[in-house]
């Protein structure tokens, strides 16, 4: 049987993907033979913390990547299980064979290295900007949210009205 040891795996929810996202996406696409990016959480859309659905978070992820000139990728959406003692199990049967893990979530790298795996770290990049919640929030506000993604991403975010969707899911009809 072939060893998959350097196939590897990123996880994220990517809500959306930023350049924060893309540090370790390249990292791990440059030191592995094959990257698997999994997009957590992929059940979820049109919430404040999850507005984008898993198609779009998919179609952001090939244009970024694309963007970048990787090509040795799958791109896999993996629903929540909310049965922590299974989850490495559910990954692990819907992507495709990998050996090592890069994370820099606690939980995540937890539940992994129990399973067995590889996990590597990647260092956080410039995190007090470059994080979902960041740029969600420059969106609600007008703020300037384009310099923390990849331009393909800011393209596909434009052809969803994402902008419009995270401002109205994010706001409500209770007069304050
Ligand atoms: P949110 O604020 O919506 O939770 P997030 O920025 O934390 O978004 P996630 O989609 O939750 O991003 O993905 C989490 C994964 O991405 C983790 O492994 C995390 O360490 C990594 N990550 C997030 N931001 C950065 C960053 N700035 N530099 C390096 N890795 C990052
Ligand atoms: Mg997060």
């Known amino acids: 049987?072939?060893?998959f040891s350097d196939y590897a795996l990123v996880l994220g929810r990517f809500q959306p993907l930023h350049n924060g996202h893309m540090e370790v996406i390249r990292k791990c696409a440059a030191e592995s033979e094959h990257l698997t990016v999994g997009i957590g959480s992929a059940q979820y859309?049109?919430?404040p913390d999850n507005p984008f659905t898993a198609g779009e978070r998919y179609l952001m992820l090939e244009a970024a990547l694309e963007e970048a000139g990787i090509e040795n990728y799958s791109i896999v959406p993996i629903e929540d299980l909310n049965r922590y003692s299974a989850w490495v199990s559910h990954v692990k049967a819907m992507c495709p064979p990998f050996g090592a893990v890069y994370t820099n979530n606690p939980f995540t790298r937890r539940l992994f290295t129990e399973a067995g795996y590889s996990v590597k770290e990647s260092p956080m990049y410039n995190r007090a900007i470059y994080s979902g919640t960041e740029v969600r929030r420059r969106m609600v506000?007008?703020?300037d949210w384009r310099s923390l993604v990849p331009s393909s991403v800011a393209d596909v975010i434009d052809s969803i009205d994402g902008v419009g969707r995270v401002k109205d899911i994010s706001t409500t009809d209770t007069v304050m």
């Open 1 to 3: 049987m072939k060893d």
């Open 45 to 47: 859309s049109h919430l």
């Open 141 to 143: 506000c007008d703020e």
